[in-house]
T-cell receptor, first 115, second 114 residues
C-alpha cells in the first residue's frame, strides 16, 4: 500500500537538544511538506520541497532545518533554536501539479514534547 | 494575514441533522478549494474539493458550496453521524500561483451528539 510514514509517533526532547523527525513516502510524489499543528492555530507550514535537493521556507521556518536528498524522504530537524517546539508535526506529499485537484496525502503525525 | 478563515472554532449538532461548516477567503487568486477531516493524533484526510468554475460539488452525504462573489464556501453534512465528529479544515490553492501549495484555515471542531 502506498502512503506516508512518519516516525516516531511520540518523541520527547530535552531542552537544548536537536531532534530529527522522519518522513518517508512511497507514492512517487514530487513535493513534500512539513506542517506544525498547535491548539487553535490550525496547520502552519514549516518547510516544503518541490524537487530533490531543493526546499523552501514556509511561514514558521525559524528553528527548523530540512534536507531532501532522496525523493522518498524529507526529514525535519527541530533545533535547540526553536523556542517552543512542543507540538504535533505533520508531513505531507503531493504530485506537484495535482495538488490543487487531489490535495495532499498526510502522514499520521509525530507528537513532540520538550521535557 | 489569514487568507483562509474559519471563524467558528467549534460546532455541535444532533445526530441526523445537518452540519454546516463555513470558510471565508481573501485571496481572489484562489481557484481550488478542499476540505479535510482530522481525528485526534492522526493526519488529515481529504474529504471533498471544488473548482472555482463550479458552485456546488456533492459526494454522498457531503456537499460543498462555493460563492465566489462573497469569497465564501461551506461544507454541508447530511445527515450528520457521530463518526463525523472531528476537526474540519478548509484549504485553498491558486493553481497558477505558488506551485499548488495549499493554504489552510484554523479548523472547526464538529461534535455530533447521539
Amino acid at each position: 500500500d502506498g502512503g506516508i510514514t512518519q516516525s516516531p509517533k511520540y518523541l520527547f526532547r530535552k531542552e537544548g537538544q536537536n531532534v530529527t523527525l522522519s518522513c518517508e513516502q512511497n507514492l512517487n510524489h514530487d513535493a513534500m511538506y512539513w506542517y506544525r499543528q498547535d491548539p487553535g492555530q490550525g496547520l502552519r507550514l514549516i518547510y516544503y520541497s518541490q524537487i530533490v535537493n531543493d526546499f523552501q521556507k514556509g511561514d514558521i521556518a525559524e528553528g527548523y532545518s530540512v534536507s531532501r536528498e532522496k525523493k522518498e524522504s524529507f526529514p525535519l530537524t527541530v533545533t535547540s533554536a526553536q523556542k517552543n517546539p512542543t507540538a504535533f508535526y505533520l508531513c505531507a506529499s503531493s504530485a506537484t501539479k495535482a495538488a490543487p485537484l487531489y490535495g495532499y496525502t498526510f502522514g499520521s503525525g509525530t507528537r513532540l514534547t520538550v521535557v | 494575514d489569514q487568507q483562509v478563515k474559519q471563524n467558528s472554532p467549534s460546532l455541535s449538532v444532533q445526530e441526523g441533522r445537518i452540519s454546516i461548516l463555513n470558510c471565508d477567503y481573501t485571496n481572489s487568486m484562489f481557484d481550488y478549494f478542499l476540505w479535510y477531516k482530522k481525528y485526534p493524533a492522526e493526519g488529515p484526510t481529504f474529504l471533498i474539493s471544488i473548482s472555482s468554475i463550479k458552485d456546488k460539488n456533492e459526494d454522498g452525504r457531503f456537499t460543498v458550496f462555493l460563492n465566489k462573489s462573497a469569497k465564501h464556501l461551506s461544507l454541508h453534512i447530511v445527515p450528520s453521524q457521530p463518526g463525523d465528529s472531528a476537526v474540519y479544515f478548509c484549504a485553498a490553492s491558486a493553481i497558477g500561483g505558488s506551485q499548488g501549495n495549499l493554504i489552510f484555515g484554523k479548523g472547526t471542531k464538529l461534535s455530533v451528539k447521539p
